[in-house]
């Protein structure tokens, strides 16, 4: 049984940093890609950024380029997605997910499992 557990959100200023974790368990990793999504009041679920966890290739959404970094460990088996310059628009449920499809996806129902999201909130 796969099991995502998030980590590190809370409430920052404007221009602070966040750093997120998802610690993964339950399986071998290593063929894997594991996603980094945000859900709004009142909007849908949307695309933070993507990683293989064999080889490191990563993919971001436009609005969190340059800002926000995804990266993985082996040993510890977590992912982590590290967010600086944060702005109000940030602010959302953060979700950590896995499916084991070597494509590296981008929406939300091609991901098999969730973890159970953690709170940002960004002030201005």
């Known amino acids: 049984q796969v099991q995502l557990v998030e980590s590190g959100g809370g409430l920052v200023q404007a221009g602070g940093s966040l750093r997120l974790s998802c610690a993964a368990s339950?399986?071998?990793?290593?063929?894997?890609?594991m996603g980094w999504f945000r859900q709004a009041p009142g909007k849908e679920r949307e695309f933070v950024a993507v990683?293989?966890?064999?080889?490191?290739?990563?993919t971001y959404a436009d609005p969190v380029k340059g800002r926000f970094t995804i990266s993985r460990d082996n040993v510890k088996n977590t992912v982590y997605l590290q967010m600086n310059s944060l702005k109000p628009e940030d602010t959302a449920v953060y979700y950590c997910?896995?499916?084991?499809?070597?494509?590296?996806?981008?929406?939300?129902?091609?991901?098999?499992?969730w973890g159970q999201g953690t709170q940002v909130t960004v002030s201005s």
């Open positions: 997910a896995a499916t084991p499809r070597w494509v590296m996806a981008t929406t939300p129902k091609r991901y098999d499992y």
């Open positions: 339950g399986r071998t990793f290593s063929s894997y890609v």
């Open positions: 990683i293989r966890w064999s080889g490191g290739t990563t």
